[in-house]
């Protein structure tokens, strides 16, 4: 999810003075010329929390809390949540005391990771590392269980990531996929994302089809797939589960 903290108008109703620590405050990096106000962190961090003002569901998720639950984390594991974003799995995973690698592909997501995971009482149990479905920064059958929510129409190559899961995942490892069905009239979401999107496309790309990725990850070498529409968290999803092989 691309933000462009670049294009940065100062505004000073934004501006908060009463939080303005003058003893922080670096005048070198402040700019008038180019009204470039605060040095590039200052205004990373201020882009991340005007973005936290509108994505409220990024920061908690139920569909992210019942994945995580069918996922069952366990002390001593190492799981994988592809495409964490914001980290609403991840930290409900780490409650659990498994080791959680935190996989996000855009930096901006990364950084409010981080942030998130400095705040949390389990942030030694959290790696927030850059990666993505197609190139997964773990050891083969070294994974445990895998998630990912709200992604999979993201993924550039299904067949590649399906690969590339099979391979991380330790004999009898958890996998549960899931991206809402925002083209189902039930979801509450529904009537804005088809105005949105139409009827053909997904955020911009093509709808999950449950067949082909439980096809994929048959061929990938996973067993017990089952890849089903259903409801989740009272909302319909495309869902995929299954087992790395023993």
């Known amino acids: 999810m691309a933000h462009d903290h670049h294009n940065h108008d100062h505004q000073h109703g934004d501006h908060q003075h009463g939080d303005h620590q003058h003893g922080d405050h670096q005048h070198g990096d402040h700019q008038h010329g180019g009204h470039q106000h605060g040095n590039p962190r200052d205004r990373e961090l201020k882009a991340i929390f005007r973005y ?58 990364r950084t409010v990771m981080n942030g998130r995971r400095w705040f949390s009482r389990r942030r030694k149990s959290i790696r927030v590392l850059d990666g993505a479905v197609e190139a997964l920064p773990a050891g083969d059958h070294q994974v445990h269980a895998l998630w990912s929510v709200n992604t999979m129409h993201h993924w550039s190559s299904v067949a590649d990531g399906a690969v590339e ?19 189902d009239p039930r979801h509450p979401n529904s009537e804005e994302w088809h105005k949105r999107h139409g009827e053909d496309s997904h955020h911009g790309f093509s709808m999950v089809d449950a067949s082909e990725m439980g096809d994929l990850m048959t061929g990938a070498g996973l067993v ?6 259903r409801d989740m968290a009272g909302r319909p999803v495309i869902a995929v589960t299954a087992s790395g092989a023993n």
């Open 224 to 229: 017990d797939v089952v890849a089903e529409q």
């Open 52 to 109: 936290l003002k509108i994505a409220p569901r990024m920061w908690r998720s139920e569909v992210n809390d019942a994945v995580v639950d069918l996922i069952d984390p366990r002390p001593g594991e190492t799981v994988i949540d592809i495409g964490a974003g914001m980290g609403p799995g991840v930290m409900r995973a780490a409650a659990s005391g498994a080791e959680v690698l935190a996989i996000d592909p855009t930096p901006f997501m």
């Open 165 to 183: 899961i099979a391979r991380v995942l330790a004999p009898g490892g958890r996998i549960v996929l899931v991206d809402e069905d925002f083209s």
